[in-house]
């Protein structure tokens, strides 16, 4: 007991120790504590992180499913919604918005392309490419352009652009004549904005991008891509079509 008091008082009366001193100590004691505790918002964002990646590797191409239906969905509403907020001009000068008519069916098709469909078959397509790209033994930079030659030229875009127009063909009611001269109407046109936008998005994703994780990738930037899509080539209006039909006639 008289040597901790010693102690003590030997603290007390070194002149290089005071209150403040102390103080500081603490305080700079707590600081780095709560430092090296994470906030809630990291450990939220790594406690979701760690739940989806447990998921993608236990049941993939479900995670992967019930992914591109939420983002398919999320890409139809903003297809939806972006021709609404563009002005149109009526050719006096005047300005007006179009009357904004939420199509459900629309969005349930969309939903349901990116869940039974796209999704199951991209995960297919991905690990398809992978294993292409470690038998041909291919390294460095010429993977992604590899991966991005044959998804883009060989055989996926045409496929899946293809399936795309006949899944929603089909969804709509159309016969199988229909869904054909949808194709032959609309496949080149759809390759060619393809090229232009997802060529250099996939360079970067088959770089740097997990395999597993490449598909998010896509159905990500997908939302920005039907954005700037129904941006550039809103769709025509019911009145807009005949005037331009009987234009044709």
């Known amino acids: 007991m008289a040597l901790y008091q010693r102690a003590g008082k030997s603290l007390l009366l070194s002149p290089g120790i005071t209150s403040s001193t102390l103080f500081a100590r603490r305080g700079a004691r707590f600081l780095s504590a709560e430092a090296a505790t994470p906030s809630s918002a990291s450990v939220k964002r790594k406690g979701f992180v760690e739940w989806y990646e447990g998921h993608l590797s236990s049941r993939p191409v479900l995670t992967k499913a019930i992914t591109g239906a939420c983002l398919w ?35 349930a098709r969309a939903v349901t392309f990116g869940f039974a469909i796209h999704a199951p078959l991209s995960h297919v397509h991905y690990n398809l490419l992978e294993w292409m790209t470690v038998k041909g033994g291919f390294t460095g930079l010429s993977i992604p352009i590899f991966k991005t030659v044959m998804e883009q030229f060989v055989y996926w875009s045409w496929f899946s652009n293809s399936l795309y127009h006949g899944a929603m063909g089909a969804m709509q009611g159309k016969n199988m004549d229909e869904i054909q001269n949808r194709i032959k ?27 597993r994780h490449q598909l998010n990738v896509v159905l990500l930037t997908s939302v920005v891509w039907t954005a700037l899509l129904s941006a550039w080539y809103p769709p025509e209006e019911e009145g ?6 009987e234009k044709k006639d």
């Open 185 to 211: 109407d609309v496949l080149w046109d759809t390759q060619v904005a393809q090229w232009k936008f997802w060529i250099p998005v996939q360079l970067l994703n088959f770089q740097f991008v997990p395999v």
């Open 240 to 245: 807009e079509k005949e005037v331009s039909e």
């Open 73 to 107: 969905g999320l890409g139809d509403v903003v297809a939806q919604v972006v021709p609404t907020m563009i002005q149109d001009d009526d050719g006096d000068g005047d300005t007006k918005k179009k009357e904004f008519h939420y199509d459900i069916p629309r969005t």
